[in-house]
């Protein structure tokens, strides 16, 4: 497909577990984020990468939550041991550059719930 | 933290009115972007302004940026049940790359 593609798109889990989120994103995008929406709030931004660059994980909330893209393209999200708290749902976006240059392409999210 | 912060939280209008949501942000930035939010779904772009603009239209949209008070307008003219959604600002700060949004409008648009 054209657009940014996430799966999966509805995850419940028990606290304790670990899950692993999935971006696909445009294809020749090389800006590519993660954010985070808890229930009727903004965005949290988590982390950002930007080519071959060092990604700015500035936004991660703990070192339970790590994320990776390989080969430029695929991001994987994963959050250890999950907690009720990590409910929420995770929006991957990617755009064609630096994201203060441009507008960002927004998957569908994944809905995680920690019971 | 968040950057920017929209107000009102919520509006709720009836067809046919027009619909003034505003955003104000705490540092300098390179340009301001609103996006639209359906329940549930992912954010889709709307309209992009640079800090070198005052003023910019699409369509129904007006968006006006004055970076001495760093805050934004989104106006919808001749609203539509359709409009209904959240609507968010988000900054891209002078050298970060990183875009920020802000808490959303909650706009409600009545037949």
């Known amino acids: 497909g054209a657009g940014v593609s996430q799966s999966p798109s509805n995850k419940v889990t028990e606290k304790g577990k670990d899950v692993e989120l999935r971006c696909d994103p445009i294809?020749?995008?090389?800006?590519l984020y993660w954010y985070r929406q808890s229930l009727g709030q903004g965005l949290e931004f988590l982390i950002y990468f930007q080519g071959n660059s060092a990604p700015d994980k500035s936004g991660l909330p703990s070192d339970r939550f790590s994320a990776e893209r390989t080969g430029g393209s695929v991001s994987t999200l994963t959050i250890q041991r999950t907690q009720q708290e990590d409910s929420a749902v995770y929006l991957c976006a990617s755009s064609r550059g630096g994201g203060s240059t441009g507008e960002l392409f927004f998957g569908e999210g994944s809905r995680l719930t920690v019971l | 933290s968040q950057q920017g912060e929209e107000d009102p939280q919520a509006l709720s209008i009836q067809e046919g009115e027009n619909a003034t949501m505003n955003c104000s942000y705490k540092t300098s930035i390179n340009n301001l972007q609103w996006y639209r939010q359906n329940s549930g779904r992912g954010l889709v772009h709307l309209i992009l302004?640079?800090?070198?603009?005052r003023e910019k239209h699409s369509g129904r949209l007006r968006v006006t940026l004055d970076t001495s008070k760093k805050s934004s307008s989104l106006l919808i003219t001749a609203s539509r049940a359709a409009d209904t959604a959240s609507y968010f600002c988000?900054?891209?700060?002078?050298?970060?790359?990183?875009?920020?949004f802000g808490t959303g409008t909650r706009l409600l648009v009545s037949p």
């Open positions: 294809s020749g995008h090389t800006a």
């Open positions: 988000a900054t891209g700060n002078t050298g970060f790359q990183k875009l920020v």
């Open positions: 302004i640079r800090s070198n603009e």
